[in-house]
């Protein structure tokens, strides 16, 4: 039996239209998220996943990173393709230029704390069913466009989400592309791993990135050539959203609602209003303790 080759269920297309939002507070965090921030061209592109590309592309990836300049490069019909890091900014609407500083560990506690994160701050290990409605929602979303992991673990803030989500939420302009190539490079594994030989299961991690740079560089002559590939499409399953007991909507809105107690304040004890959110506050003081950084 030959190998197969499956798509990891994430990198999804996380556009939501306000306007099907039943919870009216959402909104303005759709719509900062659809339209205002850095990465809302990385979280709304739509593109059709074509199977026969994405297979000859990812089973021939590798890295040909050179010293700071993290790349990749692979094959589709007998031609190199390369991708860099201000390729996966270009594509995916990041800045290009006048890069800032990742925030530090004091940094992103900091973070937390103002958005009251509803547990012991340890970046290690941080949980999206910790944080109040609107910051579970937004979280929610980067865990399923940006999560270098399945459904199964979107419930984690790693590493790579809290950057991203610091730095959207401050406008900060950090390397993103370089970022999520590096992502993208650890989760490749090995050359022979991704064979499509004999009892061999290939799982593609960010199809939907991938598809999108491939669409960005195939010539329209390799564009007739995939023409009839099988596709997918980077959406989640209606159901991955739903359950029938709870009655929750897309992205979970209704269970983040469910958690917040009578009385309790919606989000840095001020009522959510019709502007995007907010920059956090960088003057509160941190407390001190040992805090170790994950390298998801």
């Known amino acids: 039996m030959v190998g197969t080759f499956t798509l990891a269920q994430t990198n999804y297309h996380g556009y939501f239209n306000p306007a099907d ?6 909104k303005p965090w759709i719509r900062f998220l659809n339209e205002q921030c850095f990465a809302s061209t990385a979280i709304t592109a739509d593109v059709e996943l074509q199977l026969d590309p994405l297979r000859d592309y990812y089973s021939t990836l590798f890295n040909s990173t050179l ?9 589709i019909r007998n031609k190199n ?21 990742v925030p530090t560990k004091d940094e ?24 109040v409605p609107e910051w579970d929602y937004f979280f929610n979303t980067m865990a399923k466009v940006f999560a270098p992991t399945t459904s199964k673990s979107f419930n984690n803030i790693t590493s790579l989400l809290q950057i991203i989500g610091f730095c959207i939420t401050h406008n900060r302009r950090i390397n993103f592309g370089r970022m999520i190539l590096i992502t993208i490079i650890k989760r490749l594994g090995t050359f022979a791993s991704r064979q499509l030989v004999v009892d061999n299961s290939v799982l ?12 960005d560089t195939m010539t329209a002559e390799d564009k007739a050539f995939y023409a009839n590939s099988p596709t997918e499409q980077p959406h989640p399953p209606k159901d991955y959203y739903e359950d029938p007991e709870e009655e929750e909507v897309q992205f979970h809105m209704t269970r983040a609602e469910s958690r917040r107690k009578p009385g309790e304040p919606f989000l840095l004890e001020e009522p959510i209003t019709d502007e995007p959110p907010t920059p956090v506050h960088r003057n ?13």
Do not use: H
């Open 21 to 26: 939002c039943p919870v009216e507070r959402f």
């Open 204 to 215: 593609c991690y960010y199809p939907r990135f991938l598809m999108l740079f491939l669409n």
């Open 108 to 131: 992103l506690i900091q973070f937390f704390q103002t958005i009251q994160y509803q547990g012991v701050i340890k970046l290690s290990k941080m949980l999206k069913n910790k944080l």
């Open 81 to 101: 393709i390369q991708i860099t890091a201000d390729d996966v900014n270009r594509i995916l609407g990041f800045p290009r230029e006048n890069f800032e500083e």
């Open 284 to 296: 509160q003081e941190v407390e001190e303790g040992e805090v170790v950084r994950s390298d998801d």
């Open 67 to 75: 010293v700071d300049n993290p790349r990749v490069t692979g094959t």
